[in-house]
């Protein structure tokens, strides 16, 4: 089992920059992939980013592809995700997840069912 909490969330100007940090416990590193999703209201939940145990490995959905970018810290058993040039469509909760599952581009990283853990999730706002 993990546990994740999720910080950083909040108000940003459209343009501007937000960086959420991922906090895990329990089970973490070899093995664990991260994944960073969001929900905007009446919306599903949908897939932006995802990160290998060792960092070496990246995927992220074509609406955040360079502007997002994740990254982690195992010695601080801690996920990043930099929000750059930010956009009102970004405005959702966003959700740290852990799966363990090897991340490669057949390991179908995007589905919500691989991760089997969720953190409370964090508010992003974006105003214009």
């Known amino acids: 089992q993990v546990q994740l909490v999720e910080s950083g969330g909040g108000l940003a100007q459209a343009g501007g920059s937000l960086r959420l940090s991922c906090a895990a416990s329990?089970?973490?590193?070899?093995?664990?992939?991260m994944g960073w999703f969001r929900q905007a209201p009446g919306k599903d939940r949908e897939f932006v980013a995802t990160?290998?145990?060792?960092?070496?490995?990246?995927y992220y959905a074509d609406s955040v592809k360079g502007r997002f970018t994740i990254s982690r810290d195992n010695a601080k058993s801690t996920v990043f995700l930099q929000m750059n040039s930010l956009k009102p469509e970004d405005t959702a909760s966003y959700y740290c997840?852990?799966?363990?599952?090897?991340?490669?581009?057949?390991?179908?990283?995007?589905?919500?069912?691989?991760?089997?853990?969720w953190g409370q999730g964090t508010q992003v706002t974006v105003s214009l």
């Open positions: 990160i290998s145990w060792d960092g070496s490995v990246r």
């Open positions: 329990g089970r973490t590193g070899s093995g664990v992939t």
């Open positions: 997840a852990a799966g363990v599952f090897s991340l490669n581009y057949l390991s179908n990283y995007a589905s919500r069912r691989k991760y089997e853990n």
